[in-house]
């Protein structure tokens, strides 16, 4: 049941990541309003004040202009001016100053003051904000017709403390909905995926009970041909024949055993210590006499005393089938390449490469190169025997491997790579 398991976590990791996406688009969309409210409550206040000569009228707040009308500030409008902590500056063009309000602020004395609004002058830049004393201040420079410099101060400690606090309750909610998310999803997705649960076992009990029932068929068939060829001797309908049922039983066999390698089922089976290089060799040393009879050069490069502990299911039909399918695929006087070398960072785990010449790989989906019954060869040519099944049965036997596999094509050649 590796598959059902693996489309469990892959649609609880879709789903939690696009539900994790919009609640993260839905703060930042939230704080970033409040933050630009804030700011735009800030612009007007100094904008009001400078409007004002540096001073606030004691009958009135200056108008909202937020997006959003808020309260605070629009139902006390005439406690406005006892709210807001401030001093201006007001300077000729040559920097003198001409008059200091320090009358709204306890934390600027009039020297201060000076220092600051000249250090604001100096910045070049007419608003901006400034950090003293782990307080947060924002300052307006406004020119005059005379060329005197207003500079306006104004303390918004309170509105960054505001925008902070909502940043951090907005993220610690943001986790909460997140995580349990995640929690109730993963309770619940075990009961949304029952169904294709079910159906995948039972085409795959399908898969297996069929199989065994057309084996006794094709049994009696291959029999019956036998004792033909026995009496008449051999002829080409008994030689079609027996090329049939050979090709039935190995399509049978290897229905069922791809079955079988998906349902994961390890009970009973121990880890062992298995020679990969031992391994791979003995695959290529069967292969060479069948690449030589279709006038193709079969080279291995591989690196010795290779070892790791797995349950070795299917390490040998693994590679079997992928040295098959590069000398079956291989161009016309091409070259296939084996090579397996183990892991420096990683010890007890390698990397398989089977290459073969494939000049017409260009445009090609490999993508699809791992579903059952897709081959690459739409003519369905027979002279490439096949079922399009065996690089399927080698995905499953990487997977029972816990090992990873990735096709790619390259200046005409295509390369199968095993990492375990």
């Known amino acids: 049941m590796n598959m059902i398991h693996r489309l469990r976590r892959n649609f609880i990791l879709l789903a939690s990541a696009a539900v994790a996406l919009l609640v993260c688009i839905v703060l930042i969309l939230v704080n970033v309003s409040n933050y630009v409210q804030t700011m735009d409550d800030v612009d007007s206040d100094l904008q009001y004040i400078a409007a004002h000569n540096g001073m606030i009228p004691r009958q009135a707040a200056p108008v909202n202009r937020s997006w959003f009308n808020a309260g605070e500030r629009g139902n006390n409008m005439e406690e406005f001016s006892y709210q807001t902590r401030f001093f201006s500056v007001l300077a000729d063009k040559d920097g003198n100053v001409k008059r200091i309000n320090t009358e709204n602020i306890a934390s600027f004395s009039n020297e201060e003051a000076v220092k600051y609004a000249q250090t604001s002058v100096a910045s070049g830049k007419v608003e901006g904000l400034f950090e003293k004393d782990k307080a947060f201040y924002a300052y307006l420079i406004t020119t005059e017709a005379n060329e005197d410099h207003l500079i306006v101060i104004m303390d918004c400690t309170r509105e960054f403390a505001s925008l902070h606090v909502l940043w951090r309750f907005s993220c610690i909610l943001g986790i909460f909905c997140i995580v349990v998310y995640i929690l109730v999803f ?8 029952q169904p294709f649960a079910a159906n995948i076992e039972n085409q795959k009990r399908f898969i297996t009970n069929a199989g065994h029932e057309l084996k006794t068929p094709i049994a009696i068939i291959s029999a019956n041909a036998e004792a033909l060829e026995m009496i008449n001797g051999k002829n080409q309908w008994i030689d079609s024949i ?3 049922v050979r090709r039935q039983t190995e399509l049978i066999n290897n229905l069922v055993a791809l079955a079988r390698l998906n349902e994961g089922d390890r009970k009973g089976e121990e880890k062992k210590d298995f020679n990969v290089s031992a391994t791979v060799q003995a695959v290529v040393e069967s292969f060479r006499t069948v690449a030589a009879d279709k006038n193709k050069k079969l080279e291995a490069y591989i690196e010795e005393n290779i070892h790791i502990v797995t349950y070795g299911r299917g390490l040998y039909e693994l590679v079997n089938i992928l040295v098959d399918n590069a000398v079956k695929y291989c161009d016309a006087e091409g070259t296939v390449r084996v090579a397996v070398k183990g892991r420096k960072k990683r010890k007890g785990s390698f990397v398989l490469t089977v290459a073969n010449d494939f000049k017409g790989g260009a445009g090609v989906d ?3 190169f791992f579903e059952r019954f897709y081959r690459g060869d739409e003519s369905h040519n027979s002279e490439k025997a096949g079922f399009g099944i065996g690089l399927s049965m080698a995905e499953g ?4 491997l816990g090992g990873t596999i990735r096709v790619t094509w390259k200046e005409g050649v295509i ?4 990492t375990v």
């Not at 036997?397 to 029972?400: A, D, M, P, R, T």
């Open 186 to 193: 993963a309770i619940l997705s075990k009961w949304v995926i």
């Open 242 to 244: 027996m090329k049939q």
């Open 366 to 368: 490999y993508s699809r």
């Open 397 to 400: 036997l990487v997977e029972s």
């Open 415 to 418: 390369f199968f790579v095993v």
